[in-house]
């Protein structure tokens, strides 16, 4: 047991990301293995460029960035996302014992922006049956599917179902 216990903390010195098939090995070899990679630790630090955002690890919240953790080596997904969920960013990152592993993230849009024009003067919108300014708006929003209204007093309604993509710049033009 000690001595696979060294062998894999060397295989792990050597190669932060080793992995092997967990179905082909006994389960008390796989606990040796945890046990050392849980024993050796590295340094994650997290920046980015929108204030608060969240840092999953392997799609696990560890807290905001900036964020500095210690961590078992490894190689590991490293998602950082904007509190709106308009921006994110996903980077693979391999953690080193005793090292410590920077990530500086420009974090990508991932929104979408409706543009509305339109007559007559103090035309007024709905998304989703909420009230929005009135026209022109330039909104951003999720990706996703909408219901827009366009309506002013004296005219009929107009109404444009909407499906915004990651992205996407939608325009409409109402009448």
């Known amino acids: 047991r ?9 295989s792990l010195e050597a190669d932060p990301g080793l992995e092997f098939p967990r179905a ?9 293995y ?6 050796m630790k590295g340094t994650l630090k997290v920046k980015a460029d929108r204030e608060g955002a ?6 696990k919240e560890i807290g905001k960035a900036p ?20 921006h994110i960013k996903e980077v693979e990152a391999l ?3 005793g090292k410590t592993r920077t990530l500086e993230l420009k974090l990508n849009y991932i929104g979408a922006r409706l543009v509305v024009s339109g007559a007559p003067a103090g035309a007024s919108a709905t998304l989703d049956g909420n009230p929005t300014d ?9 990706p996703g599917s909408y219901k827009l209204v366009v309506q002013a007093p004296g005219y009929t ?19």
């Open 2 to 10: 000690s001595k696979a216990a060294k062998a894999f903390r060397d």
């Open 95 to 97: 953690v080193r014992v």
């Open 54 to 59: 969240l840092v999953l690890l392997d799609g």
């Open 67 to 86: 964020l500095e953790r210690k961590i078992p080596v490894g190689r590991y997904k490293v998602m950082v996302r904007s509190p709106s969920k308009l």
């Open 157 to 175: 309604p107009e109404r444009f179902p909407l499906r915004l993509k990651p992205g996407e710049t939608r325009q409409v033009s109402a009448r």
């Open 24 to 32: 082909e090995i006994k389960e008390s070899v796989a606990s040796i």
């Open 34 to 39: 945890d046990a050392a990679r849980a024993s």
């Open 134 to 142: 009135m026209l022109p708006l330039n909104m951003e929003l999720k």
